[in-house]
């Protein structure tokens, strides 16, 4: 468990320029994509085509499009009540504790470009991934006092116009991330560790109109392997190697480099949309995320003592999920937009492995959102979503190996988010 720790598994739970909800991506990175809980890929349009859809800028307006976008993220206080191992005592000791509430401003920026002899070029700045879970408790602080991750990806895009009804396009991934992870173990050990990583992948896409009225499109968003490097510092007590009861009282400093190699699952977007009477549009997503590549996390440390204690493999042998999303989109007049989504998001994490410094559960999304055109060249919006995980119980047959028994509950997540569109 250490910053490695955080960065991976943070970064392998959400992380990947992705667009993944459940694990730790975050799949909404613009205004619309958050108005229609990310049912935006055959009809993406506009500067954050670049990002969802990179092959529908060829029928963008032929001028310059730029969207920034201001986004809050607030995570409710998670309450688990069961029990949990305790290593200090050897034995599971009731446990009834909340995590603390965790709030986020992020921004992100789309450009899309005016066409190129049939090209268009473009650039997405975004925060695809995170995380943040702080416990206090005396057992849950021992393996999760604080696990933050900050992940920016910068993804240059192109398109291309095969023909009046189909287009390609993709991108480079350049994703950075940042990561501290703090385990309070008592006298038993403590790890404070803090690391960064670069890491390259690419995504592709495919967009293909037969009428006026359906499209259909595909995107693909490649594995990546983060190779995470940092350092961790604490203590270790030399029970842990020894197991002497004499030795209880001596305590191991170690200040160490470390390193771990995390798989970023490749994800794939099915998608189709429909215009009734050239002003509501329906669509619906299916989205495909290859988490089963994570089999285990494996920190690597150079310090021979701390390897021994804290680097041994740990499963996590996540599953390949399904995620299903629908959205509504109604060109009111010239000047309103509206926007509705719903998304049933499954998790990756089995009961087996299913930690406390990610207690996922499978989620259902709402959402709503409006664009008003100011002007001819400007135009406002703000949107909402709501993303309600569900009570998740992990019972005694399940086996889990982190030594819970117990229920997590009042999971939930709130994202607002205000933008502006400009064209020139």
């Known amino acids: 468990m250490q910053r490695k720790i955080v960065k991976g598994l943070l970064l392998s739970m959400c992380v990947s320029s992705l667009v993944y909800a459940a694990g730790f991506k975050i799949p909404e990175q613009s205004l619309a994509s958050v108005a229609l809980s990310a049912a935006y890929v055959a009809n993406a349009n506009g500067a954050d085509a670049s990002y969802y859809n990179p092959a529908n800028m060829v029928w963008n307006e032929d001028k310059n499009l730029i969207e920034g976008d201001l986004t809050y993220i607030g995570l409710t206080k998670v309450h688990f009540k069961g029990l949990a191992y305790s290593k200090a005592s050897s034995s599971f000791v009731p446990t009834d504790e909340y995590s603390k509430s965790e709030q986020f401003l992020v921004p992100t920026l789309h450009f899309s470009s005016k066409d190129q002899g049939g090209w268009r070029y473009g650039l997405s700045i975004t925060a695809p991934g995170g995380l943040s879970k702080r416990w206090n408790g005396a057992v849950t602080s021992a393996s999760a006092k604080e696990f933050t991750l900050k992940v920016i990806e910068i993804n240059p895009t192109f398109a291309y116009k095969v023909n009046d009804k189909f287009a390609i396009g993709g991108g480079l991934r350049l994703l950075y991330s940042d990561g501290k992870v703090k385990a309070d ?3 038993l050990y403590s790890e404070d560790m ?9 995504n592709l896409a495919l967009s293909y109109r037969p009428n006026e009225a359906l499209k259909l499109a ?12 940092g350092s961790a510092s604490g203590h270790i007590n030399k029970y842990l190697l020894t197991s002497d009861p004499a030795d209880l009282a001596t305590l191991i400093p170690y200040n160490t480099s470390a390193n771990v190699k995390l798989p970023l699952p490749a994800t794939l977007n099915l998608a189709t949309s429909y215009t009734f009477k050239e002003k509501t549009t329906v669509e619906f997503v299916y989205e495909r995320v290859y988490w089963s590549s994570y089999k285990q996390l494996d920190f690597n440390f ?4 701390v390897e021994a204690v804290l680097g041994k493999p740990k499963a996590k042998n996540w599953k390949d999920t399904n995620t299903y999303r629908i959205g509504v989109t109604h060109q009111y007049n010239d000047k309103l937009k509206f926007m509705a989504g719903f998304a049933i998001d499954n998790s990756p994490i089995p009961s087996k492995t299913l930690g406390f410094e990610l207690p996922d559960s499978d989620a259902k999304l709402y959402s709503v959102g409006l664009e008003y055109k100011y ?6 919006g703000i949107s909402y979503l709501y993303d309600d995980k569900e009570t998740r119980t992990i019972t005694a047959s399940d086996a889990n190996i982190n030594g819970i028994v117990g229920t997590f509950k009042d999971t939930r997540a709130h994202l607002l988010t205000a933008g502006f569109k400009y064209r020139f």
Request: glycine residues 12%; hydrophobic residues 30%; charged residues 20%.
């Open 185 to 187: 173990g008592g006298a």
């Open 218 to 229: 595909a995107t693909y968003r490649s594995k990546i392997d983060m190779t995470i490097k």
């Open 194 to 202: 803090t690391g960064d990583s670069y890491d390259f992948g690419y």
């Open 375 to 380: 002007s001819n060249n400007l135009t406002l």
């Open 302 to 305: 150079n310090d021979a003592i």
